[in-house]
């Protein structure tokens, strides 16, 4: 059965590579995806050594956490962490390089580059993320005496169906892992139903919770508002993460909302920076004078758009209130509770599919939930009516993120007691 499996990941490779060599989330780093490491890109010797894989940079950040406490623990330990993107390898280099010893890009999941990969990194422990649930790559760490975990674990219920078959055909990978960290108890429920031991399954939450708020640094916040061109008394609407189709529908919103509130200024920051020209683009077309952030928006335009990684929690702290996109589309949502921690009111469409957790922990208590962008308009237009309002549910907002708050320490115990139960 895993023969099948390593026959029909190289076949699918060879018919994919081409596409993958060339796309912008992928094209980087290809000699260390096929496991190839230069030896001057790895820590050596320290113990345990542990590596840590998100597939991009938000899943990076919700592990975040996790590594200043298993640094803690492990005074000794090396800790690597890898990703399948650019922007995940960018962001990492940039802001955990202080807390990690090494950032590489992951294998591919075939049958060379994993066992290569492994034996390059040599971890002790292996921990993956959400469902990042690749078989060679398991195998392989499985085979070389590391412990395997996975945090924040998830699987959704409408695919158990294509879990259980695609087990059933290669082998079931999850006979190789040794811990399973699961959100909440339903996703318990769905690894427990799809082969995982109930011994090696917990309930301990998800990380993100815990990586929500950065540090307050005043100076930093400042510099943000000035290159924003926020340093006006007016109001502030953040429009965070935001996709292809709903940067028009909420400049629409915009041009509403700004004959009832003349002060209000508009931030976009597209979900995927490399969007910005056109975000900029859908500005002018819409009538409006837009300004970037790293270009300093020198004429402080009243919409700006935020080109760069890494700042939108800072940015949410400047923030009135905030829409969060990804969910007037069928994408499914994107973080809410991030600019929950900062103590604003957030805004989300009807399209939350991917983040029903983070829903059920909002709602009534800072959380706004609308059906679409005339919806949207009329609960912006109350909000910014009533300033006490807009207080008080950036207050609960805050209050509810603080008490979904400890699945990293719950986690790092966790892995802890995984160690020191090491396989020969």
Same mark, same amino acid.
């Given at each position: 059965?895993?023969?099948?499996?390593?026959?029909?990941?190289?076949?699918?490779?060879?018919v994919l590579f081409p596409v993958l060599s060339l796309m912008k989330k992928t094209r980087e780093g290809l000699g260390q995806r096929f496991g190839f490491y230069p030896p001057s890109l790895l820590p050596k010797g320290g113990a345990p050594r542990i590596w840590l894989h998100g597939a991009s940079a938000g899943d990076l950040l919700a592990l975040s956490p996790m590594i200043v406490r298993l640094r803690a623990k492990f005074p000794d330990a090396k800790v690597i962490i890898s990703t399948i993107t650019n922007t995940g390898a960018l962001m990492a280099r940039e802001r955990l390089s202080k807390q990690i010893d090494a950032v590489v890009?992951?294998?591919?999941?075939?049958?060379?580059?994993?066992?290569?990969?492994?034996?390059?990194?040599?971890?002790?422990?292996?921990?993956?993320?959400?469902?990042?649930?690749?078989?060679?790559?398991?195998?392989?760490?499985?085979?070389?005496?590391?412990?395997?975990?996975?945090?924040?674990?998830?699987?959704?219920? #409408?695919?158990?169906?294509?879990?259980?078959?695609?087990?059933t055909l290669i082998g079931n990978p999850l006979d190789d892992i040794d811990l399973f960290l699961m959100r909440a108890d339903d996703e318990a429920e769905r690894v427990l139903s799809l082969g995982a031991t109930p011994d090696r399954v917990q309930v301990t939450g998800n990380t993100k919770f815990d990586a929500l708020v950065p540090s307050s640094e005043a100076a930093e916040d400042q510099l943000l508002r000035t290159a924003l061109g926020l340093n006006g008394a007016g109001r502030v609407w953040i429009a965070g993460s935001t996709h292809e189709g709903e940067e028009e529908l909420l400049l629409e919103v915009y041009k509403r909302l700004v004959v009832e509130v003349p002060d209000l200024r508009l931030v976009i920051a597209p979900?995927?920076?490399?969007?910005? #020209?056109?975000?900029?683009?859908?500005?002018?077309?819409?009538?409006?004078?837009?300004?970037?952030?790293?270009?300093? $928006?020198?004429?402080?335009?009243?919409?700006?758009?935020?080109?760069?990684?890494?700042?939108?929690?800072r940015a949410y702290r400047l923030a009135t209130v905030v829409f969060v996109g990804g969910s007037f589309t069928t994408r499914g949502g994107q973080n809410i509770l991030e600019p929950a921690a900062q103590g604003r009111p957030v805004l989300f469409g009807p399209h939350m599919e991917n983040f029903k957790d983070s829903v059920g922990v909002l709602v009534g208590r800072g959380g706004l939930q609308v059906?679409?962008?005339? $919806?949207?308009?009329?609960?912006?237009?109350?909000?910014?009516?009533? #300033?006490?309002?807009?207080?008080?549910?950036g207050v609960l907002a805050r209050q509810a993120v603080r008490q979904v708050s400890g699945a990293s320490d719950r986690n790092v115990a966790a892995l802890a007691r995984l160690l020191e139960e090491r396989r020969p």
């Amino acid at each position: 059965m895993r023969l099948l499996y390593v026959i029909a990941t190289w076949l699918a490779f060879v018919v994919l590579f081409p596409v993958l060599s060339l796309m912008k989330k992928t094209r980087e780093g290809l000699g260390q995806r096929f496991g190839f490491y230069p030896p001057s890109l790895l820590p050596k010797g320290g113990a345990p050594r542990i590596w840590l894989h998100g597939a991009s940079a938000g899943d990076l950040l919700a592990l975040s956490p996790m590594i200043v406490r298993l640094r803690a623990k492990f005074p000794d330990a090396k800790v690597i962490i890898s990703t399948i993107t650019n922007t995940g390898a960018l962001m990492a280099r940039e802001r955990l390089s202080k807390q990690i010893d090494a950032v590489v890009y992951a294998p591919w999941d075939l049958f060379g580059a994993t066992r290569r990969a492994v034996r390059a990194l040599a971890p002790d422990l292996l921990v993956l993320e959400y469902t990042e649930i690749w078989p060679n790559l398991i195998r392989a760490a499985h085979d070389s005496g590391a412990r395997i975990a996975l945090t924040n674990g998830r699987f959704s219920a #409408p695919h158990l169906g294509r879990y259980r078959a695609f087990f059933t055909l290669i082998g079931n990978p999850l006979d190789d892992i040794d811990l399973f960290l699961m959100r909440a108890d339903d996703e318990a429920e769905r690894v427990l139903s799809l082969g995982a031991t109930p011994d090696r399954v917990q309930v301990t939450g998800n990380t993100k919770f815990d990586a929500l708020v950065p540090s307050s640094e005043a100076a930093e916040d400042q510099l943000l508002r000035t290159a924003l061109g926020l340093n006006g008394a007016g109001r502030v609407w953040i429009a965070g993460s935001t996709h292809e189709g709903e940067e028009e529908l909420l400049l629409e919103v915009y041009k509403r909302l700004v004959v009832e509130v003349p002060d209000l200024r508009l931030v976009i920051a597209p979900r995927y920076i490399d969007r910005a #020209p056109r975000v900029l683009s859908l500005v002018e077309a819409a009538g409006l004078h837009g300004g970037l952030r790293s270009l300093g $928006n020198p004429q402080g335009a009243p919409v700006v758009v935020l080109d760069s990684i890494g700042e939108l929690a800072r940015a949410y702290r400047l923030a009135t209130v905030v829409f969060v996109g990804g969910s007037f589309t069928t994408r499914g949502g994107q973080n809410i509770l991030e600019p929950a921690a900062q103590g604003r009111p957030v805004l989300f469409g009807p399209h939350m599919e991917n983040f029903k957790d983070s829903v059920g922990v909002l709602v009534g208590r800072g959380g706004l939930q609308v059906k679409d962008p005339d $919806n949207l308009f009329k609960v912006l237009a109350e909000l910014f009516a009533r #300033p006490e309002t807009i207080e008080s549910l950036g207050v609960l907002a805050r209050q509810a993120v603080r008490q979904v708050s400890g699945a990293s320490d719950r986690n790092v115990a966790a892995l802890a007691r995984l160690l020191e139960e090491r396989r020969p």
